[in-house]
């Protein structure tokens, strides 16, 4: 058994993610998911019949299908990284390092996306792969002009896949799980700190996407240090210092 499951018991790791993933949805997905969800929200909202209340629209803005979606993908990512990790600790003991090398490296990659000082000082900023950009793009294309059920959830599958590096960090935690158990909780609550942020956006648009990205970004810092905090403690456990 690895030891990061005594502290996933304490619900260390989810809340990080928890925390990272709303900081990251202020600072970050604003920008990058922000187009995809008010495509949806103007797509619904043209073919919803003018009899329904204003309850059933923001119902209907809210996104469901599309965030559940995005939640299958994340779990389903998580869940491999978790357990890829876990079977090579378990056959190689003495490889347990790498867990706390995969919580370092998330814990470096929240801060670099949280706060745009510290990405400047990196010599090359790292991209999206190109590739796979234009893939999922391809892919979400046909699914956005009518995003309702089944389709929205077929969406939100397809962008669960988009590259970033606020997705590489959560991955890196879920990683640093090192079980596909742990990974998939730890994805669960990144997706869930996603969600309230983009369900904002959904309804009030991209203005106050933009109002809140200020706010956040004067929290984002201590946040997401503290948040480096608790992952250095967990790593720290993962090989036994604590």
Do not use: K
């Not at 979606?69 to 079977?87: E, F, K, P, Q, W």
């Amino acid at each position: 058994m690895v030891a990061g499951v005594d502290w996933l018991a304490l619900g260390g790791l989810p809340l990080v993610m928890l925390i990272a993933g709303l900081v990251g949805s202020l600072t970050h997905c604003v920008g990058m998911c922000g187009p995809f969800v008010l495509a949806q929200v103007g797509a619904r909202l043209d073919r919803l019949p003018p009899t329904l209340t204003e309850f059933q629209r923001l119902t209907g803005a809210a996104l469901a299908p599309y965030h559940l979606g995005r939640a299958t993908t994340y779990i389903a990512l998580g869940t491999v990284a978790g357990g890829v990790s876990g079977a090579i600790v378990a056959q190689l003991p003495h490889l347990r390092v790498l867990l706390a090398v995969a919580l370092g490296m998330a814990a470096l990659l929240f801060l670099v996306q949280g706060i745009d000082r510290l990405r400047r000082l990196l010599p090359h900023r790292p991209r999206p792969p190109g590739l796979i950009a234009r893939l999922v793009s391809a892919a979400a294309r046909p699914l956005v002009d009518d995003p309702r059920g089944v389709r929205g959830f077929q969406l939100g599958l397809v962008l669960g896949f988009l590259p970033c590096g606020l997705l590489y960090g959560a991955l890196a935690a879920a990683a640093g799980s090192g079980s596909a158990a742990g990974g998939a909780i730890a994805m669960a609550a990144f997706t869930l700190g996603t969600v309230p942020v983009l369900i904002g956006i959904g309804w009030l648009g991209a203005t106050a996407g933009r109002r809140w990205q200020s706010l956040a970004r004067i929290a984002a810092g201590p946040l997401l240090l503290l948040n480096a905090g608790i992952l250095a403690l967990i790593a720290a456990e993962t090989l036994g210092y604590l």
